[in-house]
């Protein structure tokens, strides 16, 4: 056995799934400014992390399922799950 760990968003996946939580939450707008201001230097990593985890408060679980199942993988990755798997 052996254990693959690599980043999801924009590279096992086609989007940010932070992104994609806020934005069924109804809370996108405000995330996307918190990115916005980190992008820029304005707060740090973990700051602007916990600044966007707090706007996803009461987020449901079947809400969750839904980003999930509707999660777009790249070209690339399904590639390399098929031999990850045949290996």
Known sequence: KRLIVLDMDSTLIQTEVIDEMAEVHGVGDRVKAVTERAMNGEMDFNE????????LEGLSTDKLQEILDGLPFTSASTASIAKVQCE
């Open 48 to 55: 602007s992390l916990m600044e966007r985890v707090s706007q």
